[in-house]
């Protein structure tokens, strides 16, 4: 009942599109695309947060339309030292966020859309949602997607051109997938790596996939337009993705702009600080443990092709323990600085802050000797 | 378009707030006391098996199968406390984190270490080796309101789960 009465105050359209969707196929769950006014990632994982949490989705599906700014979003339980040079991205201008769904790393920028279902946990079916967004690319811009065995969208059979994951719970779920509509791909590839950083763990990894983007292959395409026609073509879909042709999008509940604030959303500002924080971010990365090991110059030991190995065990984004490895000869004496400002270390933030105490300490030490200053670099070199 | 916070709170609210979760005419007032090493169920397919005031909890064979392969096992740390029904941890395969709720309150006494490292534990043996974390009760009465096996198979075979 009270649906009801809050249909006739949002106006005579609104009641018919319900009444109408209720009335036709009991396949066609009433729909609406929200389109988030913000462009920051942290605001935007917490806005499809909270409508997880909160909404009531057994009436009713939600497809959630968004971009930000220049951001890396590794999965809920990867490492995020392992998918990109994490030291490296302040200076770039990208922040690192941690999202609440599976899956590996992708690369945002504003030539990205992102597109999250949210439905029933009965209501969960990432096929389908991705079989609606082949129609869209196929009846708006005559671009031909196929659906492979990773639940990617593919573009001619080759190219990645979005890539998918999922939160399960109940009563809800949703699935949430990009698309590559103008993304700066140079950029992309310099920062999503997979060098070999020496770091052994349980996270889940990242399947890298060539990719391209939907502007390439049709000019003038941009986030914008994909926004109109996937949101059309969600609104006269089915429950099974099956087209009910255009005049079931006026039965349907259209588009809204939303703005993530506490203001829209009460509780959303708490959330959104916690999916910026520190220990969400990299506090939650599965225990791990990293090795490298380091060619020490000739002179600082008795023999040739000699290496430094420095291992740290890092649990929550901290160090736990730290141990390094020097070759014969080249200890000489007092080694017991290098092993006191080691200890130091531990339950130090794994990268900048351990960095940090590495210099501070080795400042305060004899400038000229060339083998502290060595250790130093090569932990350096580990954290970063 | 329509760009109005009214709007959009309306039609939030419209509808009701989603359930923490549901026990439709589900719920079995027992007066038989709880027996040994009975494993109960409940309508997320989890199971707790109790002993004393220890549980053991893990996730049902349609759970598991529903899944496909886990990949990643987040688990609670001895020491959390939870109330029934929180999120206390995660499950992840191919792609999708399913959220793991705690089945009953208390605290966290151990996790298993052993699917932390070989999560396919759980599809192998979800009932033995696959479990995934105890907890020391802190409501004993809250096992009154979970289904037995029989009641858990009952409502297997319902369109609802």
């Given at each position: 009942m009270t649906f009801w009465n809050q249909g006739k105050a949002l106006g005579r359209w609104a009641l018919r599109a319900f009444s109408s969707a209720t009335r036709s196929?009991?396949?066609a769950t009433p729909k609406t695309v929200f389109i988030s006014q913000s462009d920051d990632i942290f605001a935007n994982l917490a806005l499809e947060d909270w409508l997880y949490r909160h909404h009531d989705f057994s009436q009713h599906r939600i497809l959630l339309l968004w971009r930000n700014g220049p951001a890396v979003v590794v999965g809920r339980h990867q490492n995020p030292w392992k998918e990109t040079h994490v030291g490296a991205l302040h200076d770039k201008q990208v922040v690192l966020a941690r999202r609440n769904s599976g899956g590996g790393a992708v690369y945002h920028d504003q030539g990205n859309l992102n597109l999250s279902f949210l439905t029933s946990r009965e209501g969960y079916n990432r096929r389908t949602n991705l079989t609606v967004v082949a129609n869209a690319l196929r009846r708006e811009f005559g671009l031909e997607a196929t659906v492979n065995d990773r639940d990617d969208l593919v573009l001619n059979g080759n190219y990645k051109i979005s890539g998918t994951a999922a939160k399960l719970g109940r009563p809800n779920a949703y699935h949430h997938c990009t698309l590559l509509a103008d993304v700066d791909l140079d950029n992309m590839k310099g920062i999503l790596n997979s060098d070999d950083c020496g770091i052994e763990t349980k996270a889940t990894d990242s399947v890298r996939s060539p990719v391209c983007n939907l502007s390439s292959m049709h000019p003038g395409l941009n986030v914008a337009s994909l926004m109109g026609a996937v949101g059309r073509e969600f609104l006269r879909s089915d429950d099974r993705g099956v087209d009910l042709g255009k005049s079931a999008i006026s039965r349907q509940l259209g588009f809204t702009l939303v703005n993530p604030t506490d203001d829209w959303f009460p509780g959303l500002e708490k959330s959104r600080a916690e999916l910026a924080s520190w220990g969400w971010r990299f506090g939650r990365t599965p225990d791990f443990t990293v090795r490298r090991e380091f060619a020490v110059p000739r002179e600082m030991c008795v023999t040739e092709g000699a290496k430094l190995q420095v291992q740290m065990r890092v649990v929550k984004g901290r160090v736990a323990s730290m141990s390094v490895t020097v070759p014969p000869g080249?200890?000489?004496?007092?080694p017991e600085g290098e092993v006191a400002v080691l200890s130091g270390l531990e339950g130090q933030k794994f990268s900048e802050e351990a960095v940090g105490l590495v210099e501070a300490a080795f400042a305060k030490k004899d400038k000229s000797d060339k083998k502290k200053r060595f250790v130093a670099e090569c932990v350096r070199r580990v954290v970063q | 378009m329509v760009v109005c916070s009214v709007v959009v709170r309306r039609l939030l609210a419209a509808a009701p707030a989603a359930?923490?979760?549901?026990f439709t005419g589900l719920r079995w007032v027992t007066s038989t006391p709880v027996k040994f090493n009975e494993r109960k169920y409940t309508d997320k397919h989890e199971w707790v098996q109790v002993d004393g005031k220890i549980g053991t909890i893990g996730i049902t064979h349609y759970a598991q199968d529903a899944l496909g392969?886990?990949?990643?096992a987040q688990l609670p740390d001895p020491g959390q406390e939870f109330s029934q029904m929180d999120e206390c941890g995660a499950l992840e395969s191919v792609k999708a984190a399913s959220e793991l709720y705690c089945p009953v309150s208390g605290k966290i006494v151990s996790k298993n270490t052993e699917v932390e490292d070989t999560p396919g534990l759980i599809n192998k043996s979800c009932y033995e080796k696959g479990w995934l974390f105890k907890l020391e009760l802190s409501k004993l009465h809250e096992l009154d309101g979970l289904m037995d096996e029989a009641q858990y198979e009952k409502f297997l075979k319902t369109d609802d789960h």
């Open positions: 196929s009991r396949s080249f200890v000489s004496n007092a | 359930p923490r979760h549901v392969d886990v990949v990643y």
